[in-house]
């Protein structure tokens, strides 16, 4: 495994459309072993492939409950609404306020190309509607509401 480097702030990369996958082979069974090493590098919960610079359709989340893998994910329904604080590796520092739907129905592949569906609740609801948002160019602070704050810390 390796730690790849995280793209961050104006990175033209992150705004880009990422592809679906369509070989399930080793080399995706490093990108994603690599993807895991950089996002616990990063103490982060989510990562998804842009993030290190891969224009592909996978993000991984692991809030504390064990890694997931999602390859080609769809959202197929949401329900409710949570509000609350989201960050991102790739704006290091910085955190806001977002709205998001409280449940989210997911359908995906995982590594071996084997279909699934789950239904995830607050944190880890929220993590997948920001994972998935960057596979199609969005982040975080395109939708916080009101100001995107800095930590307290060399920026203060
Ligand atoms: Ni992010």
Known sequence: MAIRTIRIDEDPILRKISRPVVRFDISLHTLLNDMEETMRNAMG???????????????????GEGLIEFINPQIISDEG??????????????????????TVTIKAQDRNGTYFELTKSE?????????????????????VIGELNYTN????
Do not use: M, T
Request: glycine residues 10%.
């Open 45 to 63: 919960v989510g990562l998804a492939a842009p993030q290190i610079g891969i224009l592909k359709r996978i993000f991984i989340i692991d809030i």
């Open 81 to 102: 609404e949570q509000v609350g604080d989201e960050g991102c590796l790739s704006l290091p520092n910085r955190y806001g306020v977002v709205s998001r739907p409280n």
């Open 153 to 156: 810390n060399e920026d203060e």
């Open 123 to 143: 944190l880890f609801a929220r993590a997948i509607c920001h994972e998935n948002d960057h596979l199609d160019g969005k982040i975080f602070s395109d939708f």
